[in-house]
């Protein structure tokens, strides 16, 4: 194996696009009305080209005030300085909430030597919506969406160590005697520019869908999300991402599951099976 998954964990999340830690033992979905439950389950791969996290989640501390993702590379014998490369397959602060954090009042790096890979229309896009907040009649104010951490986003952009991609891209190998390939490929459906990863590593492939395949479980059962910027296209994605997975042998990462978050997948006779990996 050279991909670990990082969990950090199950949540709940509401309109307010608040992400409320969920204990399945003591705590109850009925009593957070209107809410989703969620996993969050960031990626670590190790490659000829270093090592890279993909989508490096909410960056929340556990309960020795040590950050989750953190804690988890350390019990795979890593550390944040070891990190070469975070993806980011979009821009939502579920998913870059590790990329920083904020200490007296300043941003800093979670992962101080890496760079970071997004696309830079995804960053203007989000850089750009706003959200209106009304009192009455009156406009009070106009807020980036509460999709976005805005700190974050600045964070990102005016680092110097980050790749900011125009469309689809293919990350050469830096070392000659490297096997790493990784294609970014814009996707669209969750976000208008949301891109998914198909890494190969010589003798092991995994793709990674971000949220248009967060979960092995939507491959088996076909809906439209109303969550997404194009919940259809990302409807008909998820089958083509699905079916070559299945032609081409790679492991599937999802995000949004921390059971089974790695696996194979199948497809016979118009049905998907799912193999943990």
Not at 56 to 67: D, M, Q, R
Not at 141 to 169: A, C, P, V, W
Not at 259 to 265: A, D, G, L
Request: hydrophobic share 35%; proline share 4%; net charge negative.
């Amino acid at each position: 194996m050279k991909c670990f998954p990082l969990s950090e964990g199950t949540y709940t999340v509401d309109q307010s696009k608040n992400f409320i830690p969920f204990n399945s033992e003591i705590d109850s979905v009925k009593d957070r009305p209107g809410s989703l439950l969620v996993e969050i389950c960031p990626f670590l791969i190790i490659s000829d080209e270093g090592l890279i996290i993909i989508d490096p989640g909410l960056g929340l501390k556990n309960a020795e005030g040590e950050f989750q993702i953190i804690k988890n590379l350390s019990r795979l014998g890593y550390n944040s300085t070891d990190i070469n490369f975070v993806l980011l397959s979009h821009l939502h602060k579920d998913h870059i909430g590790g990329v920083a954090y904020e200490e007296n009042g300043e941003m800093k790096p979670m992962f101080p030597n890496a760079e970071y890979v997004y696309q830079e229309e995804e960053m203007n896009e989000a850089l750009s919506v706003r959200e209106e907040t009304n009192r009455g009649d009156h406009l009070l104010s106009k807020k980036i969406s509460r999709s976005f951490d805005e700190n974050k986003l600045l964070f990102l952009k005016n680092r110097k160590e980050k790749i900011e991609l125009k469309g689809n891209t293919k990350l050469l190998p830096r070392f000659v005697s490297s096997r790493t390939e990784i294609y970014c490929e814009v996707s669209g459906g969750h976000t208008k520019n949301h891109q998914v990863f198909w890494i190969d590593l010589g003798n092991e492939k995994y793709f990674y869908g971000g949220d248009v395949l967060p979960q092995g479980s939507q491959l088996i059962r076909k809906f439209a999300a109303k969550y997404d910027y194009d919940g259809k296209e990302s409807g008909a994605l998820r089958i083509q991402y699905g079916k070559k997975c299945a032609e081409e042998n790679y492991a599937c990462l999802f995000f949004h599951s921390s059971i089974n978050p790695i696996s194979k997948v199948k497809y016979e006779d118009g049905i998907f099976e799912l193999i943990p990996y």
